[in-house]
Each structure stands twice: as C-alpha cells, then as structure tokens.
C-alpha cells in the first residue's frame, strides 16, 4: 500500500531532551516535507527537501533539524525540544514538484507534547 | 504576501443539504494551484480536488466541486448532498510555481454536519 508513515504517533517529552520523529515514504517521491499544525494557524512547513541531500528551510525551521540521506526517509530532529514545540506534526511526499498538480501525501501525523 | 484566508471558524449544515466553505487567496504569481483537504477527528490529511490557475473549468471530484473566481482571488469548496462523515476539519491550501511543492495553508474550517 502506497503510504507515508510516521513514527512515533505520540510522544510526550521534557524539555530539552534530544528526539527524533521518522517519516518514510514507500512511493519513490522526490519531495518531502514536514509541517506543523497549531490551532489557529492551520499548517506551516518547517523543512523540505526536493531530492537526496538536498533540504532547504520552511517558514518556521527555528528548532529543528532535517536530513535526508536516503530518498524514502526524511526524519525531523529537534536537538533540544521546548514547550513551544508542542504541536502536531505532519510529514508529506510528492513525486517531482515539477507538476503543479502533484498533491502531497500526507502521513497520520504525530502528536507531541513538550513539557 | 502569500496568504490564505479562510474565514469561517466553524460551520454548521443539515445532512442532504449543500454547503460552501470559503476560500480566498493572496498571490501575484500567474501560475499557482488550490488545493482543498480534510481532516476528520483521527487527525489525518485527505486530499479532496485541486484547481490550477489556467484551468479554464471548475475542477469536482464526486460531490466537491470548487468555485474558482480568478478574479476574486477566491476558490470555494462546495459539499453536495453533506453527510455525516463530512463532519471535519477543512483546509484550503495554495501551492505557487516558483516555490516547488510547498504548501501555504488557510486556518480551517470546522464543518458540523448535523443529523
């Protein structure tokens, strides 16, 4: 089945604390993505990347950290976590952004909570 | 700027009846697409129907169909014949042709369907 997963679904962290959430995608896109959502403010991306090795800042990047060594996987770090980090998190693929049209798949989000 | 406006917080409609999420739109780019997506309560990201700027017709996809007025700069989703599964979240979202596939989000809008 084609799909973007995320891992883990839920994590409840404390500040400053080091984690990682993966993304993997199974449908050889070139793009991927991750977004946050917050109430309010609908999504805002925070880091994509438009191929292997290549990754450039959203509009809110402050706090994180990407790479994307392989083409399916594209894990979303946040070296030192904090509250205002608390947010849901979204991970997308598309195939090549060429296309206007391409839709972006999205994965089944993780929730986070930063205390 | 690029940006997004989704005015309605929430929304309530009959089950059977039809109903219009508003949807407009901040670009000076020529070449951009719209997108609408959904998100039920289990949190995850459903693509509905896409509408690019050189589209000369009104893009539907079974019962979504999307008001697209250049013009105006608006692009509403219209839900015919609402089910109680339309019940969710919505999210209006532009894509612009010189920003590869990165996505700028409205607000929402939370649709209740009721019985």
């Known amino acids: 089945e084609a799909q973007v997963t995320q891992n883990p679904r839920y994590l409840i962290t404390v500040t400053g604390k080091k984690l990682t959430v993966t993304c993997s995608q199974n449908?050889?896109?070139?793009?991927m993505s991750w977004y946050r959502q917050d109430p309010g403010l609908g999504l805002r991306q925070i880091y994509y990347?438009?191929?292997?090795?290549?990754?450039d800042k959203g509009d809110v990047p402050e706090g994180y950290k990407v790479s994307r060594k392989e083409k399916r996987n594209f894990p979303l770090i946040l070296e030192s976590p904090s509250p205002n980090q608390t947010s849901l998190y979204f991970c997308?693929?598309?195939?090549?952004?060429?296309?206007?049209?391409?839709?972006?798949?999205f994965g089944p989000g993780t929730r986070l909570t930063v205390l | 700027a690029q940006k997004i406006t989704q005015t309605q917080p929430g929304m309530f409609v009959q089950e059977k009846e039809a109903v219009t999420l508003d949807c407009t739109y901040d670009?000076?780019?020529?070449?951009?697409?719209l997108f609408w997506y959904k998100q039920p309560s289990s949190g995850e990201m459903i693509f509905l129907i896409y509408?690019?700027?050189?589209?000369?017709q009104n893009a539907t996809e079974g019962r979504y169909s999307l008001n697209f007025q250049k013009a105006r700069k608006s692009a509403n989703l219209v839900i015919s014949a609402s089910q109680l599964g339309d019940s969710a979240m919505y999210f209006c979202?532009?894509?612009?042709?010189?920003?590869?596939?990165?996505?700028?989000f409205g607000q929402g809008t939370e649709l209740s369907v009721k019985p």
């Open positions: 979202a532009m894509r612009r042709g010189n920003q590869g596939g990165k996505l700028i």
């Open positions: 997308a693929s598309s195939p090549s952004p060429g296309r206007m049209g391409n839709e972006q798949f």
């Open positions: 990347s438009m191929n292997v090795e290549v990754t």
């Open positions: 670009t000076s780019d020529p070449s951009y697409g």
């Open positions: 509408q690019g700027s050189y589209d000369q």
């Open positions: 449908m050889n896109h070139e793009y």
